[in-house]
């Protein structure tokens, strides 16, 4: 992130505090996290003035519709990870725990358009693999090859295509 956004830049991470907003406190960001609302409902965290960023890691494919969210971000810049939608497994629904499901996993292009007409413009791009540890089995071999994370880094379409 830092090569499109170098600390000390201040970010709004969606989620709760997480690993990952920790890891962006200790490279020398300043990192407020959203509070655990359904921004599905409730966007009023993103709507917030004087952020430079906005980051999203495994969020989104958890909302029902991130159209509204994504419209209403206020900061300039996004950086946002997604699942990528895969041909030999289903999209991921645990069975314990109701909230934890995916709406969606999106092809990569699919994620681009939906950014596109929510007005953000992608600057930079990147696929990357889950492998397993013991890729014993025909999904975990071919996760060690196919792309399964999605990451963007987008700005406010100077155009304001929507």
């Not at 996993?105 to 791009?125: C, N, P, T, Y």
Request: no cysteine; proline share 9%.
């Amino acid at each position: 992130m830092d090569e499109h956004l170098p600390p000390p830049a201040k970010v709004l991470d969606l989620g709760v505090p997480n690993p990952l907003s920790g890891l962006m406190k200790d490279m020398g960001y300043e990192v407020d996290n959203t509070k655990g609302e359904d921004l599905d409902f409730d966007t009023s965290a993103v709507e917030v003035e004087g952020y430079d960023v906005v980051t999203g890691f495994e969020i989104l494919e958890h909302m029902v519709n991130p159209m509204p969210l994504l419209k209403a971000v206020k900061a300039p810049k996004l950086v946002l990870t997604v699942p990528m939608r895969l041909w030999f497994a289903p999209a991921y629904r645990s069975k314990t725990d109701k909230w934890d499901r995916h709406y969606h996993e999106f092809e990569d292009w699919q994620f681009d358009w939906l950014l596109e007409k929510a007005g953000w413009k992608v600057i930079h791009r990147e696929q990357w693999t889950s492998p397993s540890k013991f890729p014993l089995g025909i999904r975990p071999l071919l996760r060690s090859f196919t792309p399964r994370y999605y990451g963007v880094v987008a700005e406010r379409d100077e155009l304001g295509v929507e």
